[in-house]
T-cell receptor, first 115, second 115 residues
Framework: AQKITQTQPGMFVQEKEAVTLDCTYDTSDPSYGLFWYKQPSSGEMIFLIYQGSYDQQNATEGRYSLNFQKARKSANLVISASQLGDSAMYFCAMREGTNAGKSTFGDGTTLTVKP | ETGVTQTPRHLVMGMTNKKSLKCEQHLGHNAMYWYKQSAKKPLELMFVYNFKEQTENNSVPSRFSPECPNSSHLFLHLHTLQPEDSALYLC??????????????FGPGTRLTVT
């Protein structure tokens, strides 16, 4: 079974509106970390936000927030007030257990922001 | 130079050639990673080095040979590659993954084409 599932291959959002990118994960380890990365067309992956499995509150970083629902094993990324520069590929990733060096990435979601 | 740099940015090589990819990080991190990103597959972890020691080899064919002379430099030596090895090769670094779930910082990648 896939460890990270991103069910939306492509998403469109109007500039200045909010958008939610879905991510579900699968692990039996109680300790794990969840990450979101952005990959513009230039290719470089950019770290956006992190959520630890024991964190009580949802992570926020500027216009990015993570809607963490542990029981449902979901870690959706919410981007508020979308900008044209947000158009990119977005990847959800997980590190788990004691093998914290090994990351598993989802297939990604391509976000297009319309003017 | 800041962040993570990779050279060359583009590489075209024949199947009988030998070439090397270089990665350098200027972030004071102890861990470095090689990833392969193909068009139709999710990001695949290839190798992990922590404090110059290889801690992960994700069943990578021997035609890919990594080298980590120090915590700031990582190489990927390539020989007798196959056309299916054509992909974007991304290097990343992070703080010690044995001490928590740290985000990774990525380089711009090397776009490799095997002819």
């Amino acid at each position: 079974a896939q460890k990270i599932t991103q069910t939306q291959p492509g998403m469109f959002v109007q500039e200045k509106e909010a958008v939610t990118l879905d991510c579900t994960y699968d692990t039996s380890d109680p300790s794990y970390g969840l990450f979101w990365y952005k990959q513009p067309s230039s290719g470089e992956m950019i770290f956006l936000i992190y959520q630890g499995s024991y964190d009580q509150q949802n992570a926020t970083e500027g216009r990015y927030s993570l809607n963490f629902q542990k029981a449902r094993k979901s870690a959706n990324l919410v981007i508020s007030a979308s900008q044209l520069g947000d158009s990119a590929m977005y990847f959800c990733a997980m590190r788990e257990g004691t093998n914290a060096g090994k990351s598993t990435f989802g297939d990604g979601t391509t976000l297009t922001v319309k003017p | 130079e800041t962040g993570v740099t990779q050279t060359p940015r583009h590489l075209v090589m024949g199947m009988t050639n030998k070439k090397s990819l270089k990665c350098e990080q200027h972030l004071g991190h102890n861990a470095m990673y090689w990833y392969k990103q193909s068009a139709k597959k999710p990001l695949e972890l290839m190798f992990v080095y922590n404090f110059k020691e290889q801690t992960e080899n994700n069943s990578v064919p021997s035609r890919f040979s990594p080298e980590c002379p120090n915590s700031s430099h990582l190489f990927l030596h390539l020989h007798t590659l196959q056309p299916e090895d054509s992909a974007l090769y991304l290097c990343a670094s992070s703080q010690d993954p044995g001490q928590g779930y740290h985000e990774q910082y990525f380089g711009p990648g090397t776009r490799l084409t095997v002819t």
